[in-house]
C-alpha cells in the first residue's frame, strides 16, 4: 500500500513541482507547449475580452437610460454596440469554454500527458493574440460601426476600419479551427485503454461536436470575410449590388458560419453542465447516451438552419418553410438535455455548492433562453419579433445565461485543480445570486419591449419603451458587479485560497486522479480508468482531505483460453 | 365578451391593427402558455429536488435508475408532437402574410439613409405612409444605397429591403390611428432616426388620397416645396438647425464665404446669388463625390436623375430661407402670377 506521503503527492495537494513553477520565467510561459499553461494564458484573454466588451455594454445601457441621445453621439453609439458584439463574440465567448476548460481538462480526462500536437495549441493561442490585436487595432483607429455581423453593403461603403477587424476575426478563426482538430484528433487517438466511446465523461462529447463544427464551418466565415476585404478594396462585385453582387449571398455565408457557431458557443457549456452535474449530484448522469448522442445530433442538425436569421430577408418562401421545419427539430435534443439532467437530481445526493449553484442557474436561464427560441423559429411569429429586442434578449439567455453561467460554474468548479486552492465558498454563491439577478433583471424585460416592437441597434427610442430601458440598465450594472465580484472571488482563492486535494468533490474523472496543482506530467502513476461517473471508484481519505481512487482488486489471471484454429478457406 | 387573456396581452403586445394581427398573436400566446407551463414545471421540480435530495448529516440517497428508455421516448415524441404543431401554425400564418389580396393597391416605398418615401398610384410622393382603413395595399420596395427594413408593430408585418432587389409585401390596415415605421435593418449612423408615421384614415381610398396625399408642386410657394424635398430627400444626413448628423447641416450655407474640401482645395463664394455658389450646390447634389467637405465621408449617393432641375432650384430657395437655423412655412401664395412668379424665380441656373 502506498505510504501516507505518497499518497499526498499522488493525489493531495501539491506544495511543490507542479506545472505552475516546474519552469520560471515570461519565456517559459510564451513558449509553453503544456496545455495547462496554455489554458491559463487563454483564460488571462478571454477575462479581458469579457471586461472590455462589458464595460461597452455598461455605456451602452447607460446610454440608453434616456429616450434621447445623452453623452453619446449616435455615430459612438453605434461603435459602442458593434465592437460590444464583435469583442463579445470573437474574443470572449468562441474561445471560453474550449480554450480555458477544454484546454485545461481534456488531455487529463482522458488521462494523457497533453493533447496530441502541443505545438499547434499554442499556434492557437498566439494565433488568438493575433486576431485580438487587431481588435485593438480597430480601436486605435476609426473604429467599427457595421455591427459584429458585418452585413453587407454597409459593411463595404462605411468609412470605419472593417479591414482590420474582418482580418483579425480571420485569424481568430483559424485559432478556432485548430484548437478543434487538436481535440479531434486528441480524443480520437488517446483514449486510454478501457475508456471507450460510451464510457467517455460527457464534456468530451460536448467538446467533441464543438471541434466537429469549428473545423467544418469556420473555413466558410474565413473565406467570407475575405471576400469582403477583396470587395473592399478591389471593388469586385460579390455582395454589392453597386458593383454586381447580392447581399443576400452574404447572408448566407455568413450565418452558414455563424449559425453552427451559436452551438460552439451552447454545445461545452452544456458539457460542463452535464459534467459538473454528476459530480455534485454524486450520481450517474440520467440518461448518458441520449445526452452523449444529442450533442452530436444538435452539431450536425445545427448545419441545416442558418436560413432561420433570414425569414424578412427576402430569401424564397419555401427555404423559410424548410429552415422553420428544420429549426423546431434542434430543439428536440435541447429539450431531451434539461429532462435528463432533472433526473439525474431524482434521488441524488446534491452538493449545494457554489458550481450546483451555477448548474441551477443555467437550467433555469437557458430553459428561457430555449424556449423563447420557439416564437422565433416559428414563422409568422418571427416575422414582427425579427431583429427587435426580443431577439436581443434571445440570444442573451442562450449566450451570457447559458455559456458564461457554465463558463463561470465551470471555473469555480476545475478552480481547485487549476490553482490547487479552494474558493470561498459563501462569496462564490453570494456572487452567483448577484448575476442570476442582475441577468434577469436586465434581459427579461427586452423581452417585453421587444414584442411590443422596439427595435435592436437603435441609438434613440421611443419614449413609451423608457420604463423597460431603465430595468434593464440597472440590472445590467448588478450583472456587472456580480461577474466582478465572482471573478475577483476566484482572484482571491488563487493566492489565498485554502489549499486543494487533488479530487476534493468526488468526482470519478480521470483529471481528479492527480494532485491539485497536477504536476508538469500530468499524473505521476498510472491512472486507473472506471466508468466517468462511478462514484464508487472513489474513497474519502483523511489523510489527504479528499478523495482517492479505489484499487481494484487484483486477481490471478485468469486461465488462458483456447485459441481457435484459424479459419481457412 | 372580454377575453381576460387578451387584456392581459396589452401588456406585451402591440394593438392589432392588420389583418395579419389576430393570427399571429394567437400562436404567440399559445407558445407564451406552452412555455410558461412546462418552464414553471421544470424549475419547480428542479427546486424542490434540491431541497429534499440535499446533502446533510443522516441523508443517505436511495438507490434510482441511471436511465429509462420508456420516460426518454416520451420525453422526446411529446415536444416532438407540440412543436410539429407550432410549425404548422406558423406556417400558416406565414401563407397569409405572403398571399397579397386581389383588391390591393400598389404604394412604391424608396428606403434611403435615413428617410422613406412612399409614391401612390396618383403619382403623388409624400415622407408619412397614409393608408385608408380596410384598404389593402401592398408595398413595391426598393433601396437607395444599403439594407434597410420596413416594420410596423400593430400591423405584425416587417420586410427588409435589398439594393438591387424588389420586394414585395402586403397588408390590410383594420384600425384606424396614427402607427410609427421602424426601419429595423441597421442601417448606419441615423438608424435610429429612420422612424416614421403611419396614418390609417377612415376616408375611403380615393377621398384620401385627395386629401392627404396631393401636392401640386405649380401650386405651392417655392420654398415650401423646398421644405417638402428637404424632408424626402436630404433630412435623413443633414439638418438645417445646426444639429450634428452624418452629413453637414444647412444652417449657414447660403452665407458661406469659403468651403474646405477633403482633398486639401477649398472653394469661396460671394454670397448665395453668386453663380460659383448655385454650381457647387447644383454639382453637390449630383455629383457628391466630386467634393467632399472636410470631416465628413464620402457616403452621400447621387441624385442625378432623380430629382429634376426645377426641383434643385427649389431646394436652393430653401437653403436660402434656413440659412439662419429656421424654418418658417410661407404663406400660401394667393395668385396665380404669384406662382407663375415663384418658380421662374426656382429654375435653377444652368
Not at chain 2, 36 to 50: L, N
Amino acid at each position: 500500500m502506498a505510504t501516507v506521503t505518497q499518497k499526498q503527492q499522488l493525489f493531495g495537494h501539491a506544495p511543490t513541482n507542479h506545472y505552475l513553477d516546474a519552469s520560471r520565467g515570461v519565456m517559459s510561459w510564451i513558449f509553453t507547449l503544456d496545455h495547462k499553461r496554455i489554458a491559463i494564458m487563454y483564460m488571462y484573454g478571454v477575462i479581458l475580452s469579457l471586461f472590455l466588451a462589458g464595460i461597452f455594454a455598461l455605456v451602452l445601457r447607460l446610454e440608453l437610460y434616456t429616450p434621447g441621445p445623452w453623452f453619446l453621439t449616435s455615430a459612438q453609439y453605434n461603435q459602442m454596440f458593434t465592437l460590444h458584439g464583435a469583442v463579445m463574440v470573437f474574443l470572449f465567448i468562441i474561445p471560453s469554454i474550449p480554450a480555458i476548460i477544454g484546454n485545461f481538462v481534456l488531455p487529463m480526462m482522458l488521462g494523457a500527458k497533453d493533447v496530441a500536437f502541443p505545438r499547434l495549441n499554442l499556434a492557437s493561442l498566439w494565433l488568438y493574440w493575433a486576431g485580438g490585436f487587431f481588435f485593438i487595432v480597430v480601436l486605435a483607429t476609426s473604429g467599427l460601426d457595421t455591427g459584429w455581423t458585418f452585413y453587407t453593403p454597409y459593411s463595404t461603403t462605411t468609412s470605419t476600419n472593417v479591414i482590420a477587424a474582418t482580418l483579425g476575426a480571420f485569424i481568430l478563426g483559424f485559432s478556432s479551427i485548430f484548437t478543434g482538430l487538436n481535440f479531434i484528433v486528441t480524443i480520437n487517438t488517446m483514449r486510454p485503454k478501457g475508456m471507450t466511446w460510451f464510457r467517455m465523461p460527457l464534456l468530451l462529447w460536448g467538446l467533441y461536436s464543438t471541434s466537429i463544427i469549428q473545423v467544418l464551418a469556420t473555413p466558410v466565415l474565413g473565406i467570407t470575410l475575405l471576400l469582403l476585404i477583396v470587395e473592399r478594396l478591389l471593388k469586385l462585385g460579390i455582395f454589392d449590388p453597386a458593383y454586381g453582387g447580392d447581399p443576400l449571398l452574404y447572408q448566407h455565408f455568413f450565418w452558414f458560419y455563424s449559425h453552427p457557431a451559436v452551438y460552439i458557443m451552447i454545445l461545452p457549456a452544456m458539457g460542463v453542465i452535464s459534467e459538473m452535474l454528476g459530480v455534485h449530484c454524486r450520481k450517474e448522469v440520467f440518461g448518458y447516451k441520449f445526452i452523449a448522442l444529442s450533442s452530436v445530433a444538435i452539431a450536425l442538425l445545427g448545419f441545416l438552419v442558418w436560413g432561420h436569421h433570414m425569414f424578412t430577408s427576402g430569401q424564397s418562401e419555401m427555404a423559410s418553410l424548410v429552415f422553420s421545419a428544420i429549426t423546431f427539430s434542434v430543439a428536440v435534443p435541447s429539450a431531451i438535455k434539461v429532462f435528463n439532467w432533472l433526473c439525474t437530481m431524482y434521488r441524488g445526493d446534491i452538493n449545494l455548492s457554489t458550481p450546483m449553484m451555477y448548474i441551477m442557474s443555467f437550467i433555469f436561464l437557458f430553459g428561457i433562453g430555449g424556449l423563447t427560441g420557439l416564437w422565433l423559429g416559428a414563422l409568422s411569429t418571427d416575422i414582427p419579433l425579427h431583429d427587435t429586442y426580443f431577439v436581443v434578449a434571445h440570444f442573451h439567455y442562450v449566450m451570457v445565461g447559458g455559456t458564461m453561467t457554465s463558463l463561470l460554474g465551470g471555473l469555480f468548479h476545475w478552480w481547485p485543480k487549476m490553482s490547487g486552492r479552494m474558493y470561498n465558498e459563501p462569496l462564490g454563491k453570494l456572487f452567483c445570486l448577484l448575476v442570476f439577478i442582475g441577468f434577469n433583471l436586465t434581459f427579461f424585460p427586452q423581452f417585453i419591449m421587444g414584442s411590443l416592437g422596439m427595435p435592436r441597434r437603435y441609438h434613440e427610442y421611443q419614449a413609451v419603451y423608457q420604463i423597460y430601458h431603465q430595468l434593464s440598465t440597472i440590472g445590467a450594472f448588478t450583472l456587472g458587479i456580480g461577474i466582478f465580484g465572482a471573478v475577483m472571488t476566484l482572484v482571491y482563492a488563487w493566492f489565498f485560497g485554502r489549499k486543494a486535494s487533488g479530487n476534493p468533490w468526488g468526482a470519478a474523472t480521470l483529471e481528479w486522479q492527480s494532485s491539485s496543482p497536477p504536476s508538469f506530467h500530468n499524473f505521476e502513476h498510472r491512472v486507473i480508468v472506471s466508468a466517468p461517473y462511478d462514484f464508487s471508484s472513489v474513497v474519502y481519505d483523511e489523510s489527504v482531505d479528499g478523495y482517492v481512487p479505489v484499487v481494484p482488486k487484483r486477481e490471478a489471471a485468469p486461465a488462458p483460453q483456447p485459441t481457435p484454429a484459424p479459419v481457412s478457406n | 365578451m372580454i377575453n381576460p387573456l387578451q387584456s392581459l396581452a396589452q401588456f406585451y403586445l402591440p394593438k392589432q391593427a392588420s389583418n395579419f394581427a389576430a393570427e399571429t398573436d394567437f400562436l404567440f400566446n399559445a407558445i407564451l402558455w406552452i412555455s410558461i407551463v412546462s418552464f414553471v414545471a421544470i424549475v419547480v421540480v428542479m427546486v424542490w429536488f434540491a431541497v429534499i435530495y440535499r446533502r446533510r448529516p443522516g441523508y443517505v440517497p436511495k438507490p434510482s435508475p441511471s436511465h429509462s428508455l420508456g420516460l426518454e421516448l416520451l420525453w422526446t415524441i411529446g415536444p416532438s408532437l407540440i412543436l410539429i404543431w407550432i410549425f404548422f401554425e406558423g406556417a400558416n400564418g406565414y401563407a397569409t402574410l405572403k398571399t397579397p389580396s386581389n383588391d390591393a393597391e400598389v404604394i412604391e416605398v424608396t428606403a434611403l439613409q435615413f428617410g422613406w418615401q412612399f409614391t401612390y398610384p396618383n403619382g403623388e410622393v409624400t415622407d408619412t405612409l397614409h393608408l385608408s382603413v380596410n384598404q389593402p395595399v401592398r408595398l413595391q420596395m426598393t433601396s437607395n444605397d444599403v439594407i434597410h427594413s420596413f416594420y410596423v408593430p400593430e400591423f405584425r408585418a416587417k420586410m427588409d429591403i435589398m439594393p438591387g432587389r424588389k420586394h414585395s409585401m402586403w397588408f390590410k390596415p383594420t384600425l384606424i390611428g396614427e402607427y410609427k415605421l421602424f426601419c429595423t435593418e441597421y442601417c448606419g449612423e441615423g438608424h435610429s432616426k429612420m422612424v416614421r408615421d403611419v396614418i390609417v384614415h377612415a376616408e375611403p381610398w380615393k377621398e384620401m388620397l385627395r386629401k392627404n396625399v396631393r401636392w401640386r408642386e405649380d401650386q405651392n410657394h417655392p420654398v415650401a416645396n423646398g421644405h417638402r424635398l428637404y424632408k424626402l430627400w436630404c433630412g435623413g444626413c443633414h439638418s438645417y438647425d445646426g444639429s450634428a448628423k452624418t452629413g453637414p447641416s444647412f444652417k449657414g450655407l447660403a452665407s458661406l464665404t469659403n468651403r474646405e474640401f477633403a482633398d486639401g482645395s477649398s472653394l469661396s463664394f460671394s454670397g448665395s446669388e453668386s453663380d460659383e455658389w448655385q454650381d457647387y450646390i447644383s454639382e453637390s447634389i449630383r455629383k457628391p463625390d466630386a467634393k467632399i467637405v472636410k470631416g465628413y465621408p464620402n457616403q452621400m449617393p447621387s441624385f442625378e436623375g432623380k430629382l429634376s432641375p426645377e426641383q434643385i432650384g427649389y431646394i436652393i430657395r430653401f437653403l436660402r430661407e434656413v440659412d439662419g437655423g429656421t424654418y418658417t412655412e410661407p404663406a400660401k401664395p394667393a395668385t396665380e402670377s404669384e406662382v407663375e412668379a415663384g418658380a421662374e424665380a426656382a429654375v435653377a441656373p444652368q
